[in-house]
């Protein structure tokens, strides 16, 4: 059985990766092709021809359909081959996997799971996204490191005093703690203000504030693999209220999707949102350079941790008090995966 939870929407490219030549990409183990229909619909199935396993992406599109670049064997976008060179009879069993796809914040995803529970509306709701008052920056990257080791860093606001100092973080949240909890629908959030302290680089530089401050860190995390950061600030004294945080000059809600290319590598999504400058051209360039550079942080540091467990198996950490909402998640993402094998071996055990 596959050590992933499968049963959720991965995000497989970026809208404009996808087009009319066949794309490969690998996610959860998997080599996958992609490719849009002459209708501009996006296509996701195995790469991989149902005669001789050679990789469709290397072949072309006719139509709507891919053909393998050995055989010329066409594919229709539900996987099922349509046409045989020197053959009227096409295979019954001549057929590749193929997945649902969903395309919605200008990603393309996939259910990699089981396709009769493939639910739209088990993606995570971005009410900001789209909205003209929101400015909007994104990037791609892949991280030599494992799924778990990058959702533990993203449920963890304490590393940023650390790690983050030239930008989203300063010393002035070192000695103070998260708080952790999950919420109903599975979702480990863990967070904290940090109060009456000097702004951080990022909201000097953006909004201006200059004085005492007061800024709130908010990491969700909704297994297997949608992250999103709520980080803002205002002057120091205003009522910590949703209202006050609607109005802050600073606030920035950072998503990442997140899909493993293997145990030890995985891709990540990543866009901002934030509430200011929206339209302005010259800072959504900046800003997306910061938030790389943030992330590149991140990325040094996980390779490394992940080198090391690579180099011991079975390492187990020290966990601190900081660490609420990975253990939270670590369990959290456990039970999700037991669930799912369960099921799977339930539905596939012999019948007395």
């Known amino acids: 059985m596959s050590e992933f939870i499968m049963n959720a929407w991965y995000a497989v490219a970026a809208g404009d990766e996808v087009g009319r030549s066949p794309l490969a990409r690998t996610a959860l183990d998997q080599n996958l092709v992609l490719y ?36 010329g064997m066409q594919y229709a976008a539900d996987g099922r081959c349509i046409a045989v060179p020197g053959q009227s009879r096409v295979p019954s069993d001549a057929v590749v996997k193929s997945f649902p796809v969903l395309e919605r914040y200008g990603l393309v995803f ?26 909007l920056s994104r990037g791609h990257a892949v991280f030599q490191a494992s799924l778990a080791n990058i959702t533990d860093n993203l449920i963890d606001p304490a590393h940023t005093t650390f790690v983050h100092e030239r930008t989203i ?4 949240g070192e000695h103070v703690p998260v708080s952790a909890h999950e919420t109903d629908d599975g ?18 530089r953006f909004a201006g504030l200059v004085g005492r401050v007061d800024r709130w ?26 209202d006050e945080q609607a109005r802050a000059p600073y606030r ?10 293997d145990a030890r590598s995985t891709h990540y999504f990543s866009f901002q949102l934030r509430n200011f400058a929206p339209g302005d051209a010259a800072v959504t360039a900046e800003f997306n350079a910061l938030y790389m550079a943030t992330f590149e942080e ?17 390492l187990q950490p020290v966990r601190i008090a900081s660490d609420s909402g990975v253990v939270r998640l670590r369990r959290t993402s456990a039970r999700l995966l037991d669930q799912e094998q369960r099921t799977h071996s339930a539905s596939n055990a012999p019948a007395d």
Not at 169 to 172: E, I, K, V, Y
Not at 217 to 240: I, L, M, N
């Open 217 to 242: 860190q908010h990491y969700y995390v909704k297994a297997p693999c949608t992250s999103w950061v709520d980080f803002g600030s205002f002057e120091a004294g205003r009522p910590h209220t949703a």
């Open 36 to 71: 849009r229909t002459e209708g501009g619909a996006a296509v996701v199935m195995l790469d991989r021809c149902a005669h001789r396993f050679a990789p469709l992406s290397k072949g072309h599109l006719c139509g709507d359909a891919v053909v393998c670049p050995y055989h």
């Open 169 to 172: 973080g300063n010393s002035a």
């Open 110 to 135: 996939a259910w990699m799971g089981l396709p009769s529970q493939a639910d739209p509306g088990a993606l995570v709701e971005i009410p900001q996204y789209g909205d003209d008052a929101w400015g």
């Open 252 to 261: 920035v809600l950072s998503y990442a999707f997140l899909t493993p290319v």
């Open 187 to 204: 979702t480990v959030v863990c967070g904290r203000w940090v109060n009456d302290a000097p702004a951080v680089p990022m909201v000097q």
């Open 298 to 314: 991140d990325r040094v540091l996980l390779e490394a941790i992940q080198r090391e467990e690579d180099r011991h198996p079975g």
